[in-house]
C-alpha cells in the first residue's frame, strides 16, 4: 500500500445508505412517538385500573366481581351485548348489501343516517329513544326499564360497525367472478353462497366482534331507558358508576378489568380473523 493510498480519504457513503440512515432514524422516532402516546393514553391507565383491581388482594377481586348484583350487571352486560352483536351480523349486513347493490330515492340520506350513532353523544340517544320508546311513547310502545329497552340502546349505538365494515368489501368485489358463475348455470343463491359469502365473512366478523367490544362498554345510551334497576336492567357500566359513587374504587376497577379482558379476548379474536382474510386474499 502506498502512503497516497494510505492517505486518501475514505469515499463517502452512498446515496442508498444515507437514504437508509434517514429512514432508520424516522422510523424509530415515529415509532418512539407512537409507543409513548400510546402508553400514556391507553396501556398506563388501564395497566394502573388492573394494578388497582388487585390492591386488596386476588380474593377480593373475586368476591367484587361475584357480588350478586355485580354478576347480575356483567351478565346482563355480557350477554345482551352478544346477542345484540349477532343481530347486527345479519342485519348490519343486509344493510351493506342494500347500500351497496341496490339504488332507490334517498339512498346517499340513508347511508349518511348510517353514521349518526358515532356523531350523537349517546345520552342524547337515550333521552331520543326514551321519548319514542318510553312511557308516553307516541309509538305506543313502552320498553322503557326493560331488558328489551337496554338491548334496543345497544343496538342503536353498535349499528354501524357491521354496515361499514362489510360495505368496502362489497364495493371492490369483483363482480366478474359472479358473472361467471352465472355463465356456468350458478343459481343466484349458489353464486352468493361459494362466491360472494366467502369473502365477506371476514369482514362481517371483524365488524360483529367490534360491535361487541362497544356494546359491552355501553354508559350514556342505556342509562335513562334503562332505569339502572338492579339485578334487572343495569348494565356493568353504571354498576361500575355507582360503585365509584359508593367510594368503591377497588370493586369499580375489579369489574372494569373484567369487562377489559373480554374486550382483550374479542380484540384478539378480530386480529385473527383480519390475518386469515389476509391470507385468504
Same mark, same amino acid.
Given at each position: ?192 353462497? @361459494? ?18 367490544? @362497544? ?63 389476509? @391470507?385468504?386474499?
Amino acid at each position: 500500500m502506498t502512503a497516497e493510498t494510505a492517505t486518501r480519504p475514505a469515499p463517502p457513503p452512498r446515496a442508498g445508505a444515507r437514504r437508509r440512515a434517514r429512514i432508520s432514524g424516522g422510523t424509530a422516532l415515529g415509532l418512539g412517538s407512537a409507543v409513548l402516546y400510546l402508553s400514556l393514553i391507553v396501556l398506563i391507565p388501564l395497566a394502573l385500573v388492573v394494578w388497582r383491581s388487585t390492591d386488596e388482594g386476588l380474593g377480593y377481586f373475586w368476591r367484587a366481581v361475584t357480588t350478586p348484583d355485580a354478576w347480575a350487571a356483567l351478565t346482563l352486560t355480557i350477554g345482551a351485548s352478544a346477542i345484540v352483536a349477532l343481530i347486527n351480523l345479519v342485519l348490519g349486513t343486509i344493510i351493506a348489501w342494500v347500500l351497496v347493490r341496490d339504488r332507490f330515492p334517498g339512498k346517499a340520506i340513508v347511508d349518511t343516517l348510517i353514521d349518526l350513532p358515532f356523531a350523537l353523544p349517546t345520552i342524547v340517544a337515550g333521552l331520543v329513544l326514551l321519548a319514542l320508546y318510553g312511557p308516553e311513547s307516541p309509538l305506543g310502545v313502552n320498553l322503557a326499564y326493560s331488558r328489551a329497552g337496554v338491548g334496543l340502546a345497544l343496538l342503536f349505538v353498535t349499528l354501524p360497525f357491521v354496515v361499514r365494515t362489510v360495505q368496502p368489501v362489497l364495493i371492490e368485489l369483483d363482480k366478474d367472478m359472479e358473472q361467471a358463475a352465472a355463465s356456468l348455470g350458478a343459481s343466484p343463491f349458489q353464486t352468493f353462497r @361459494r362466491i360472494i359469502l366467502p369473502n365477506l365473512v371476514p369482514a362481517m366478523l371483524s365488524g360483529t366482534a367490534l360491535a361487541f367490544t @362497544r356494546a359491552i362498554s355501553e354508559f350514556g345510551s342505556t342509562v335513562l331507558i334503562s332505569g339502572n334497576l338492579p339485578f334487572k336492567t343495569q348494565v356493568a357500566a353504571v354498576n361500575i358508576f355507582s360503585q365509584i359513587e359508593g367510594d368503591n374504587t377497588t370493586g369499580a376497577a375489579a369489574i372494569s378489568t373484567v369487562l377489559l379482558i373480554v374486550a382483550l379476548v374479542a380484540l384478539v379474536s378480530l386480529d385473527l380473523l383480519q390475518r386469515w382474510g389476509s @391470507r385468504r386474499g
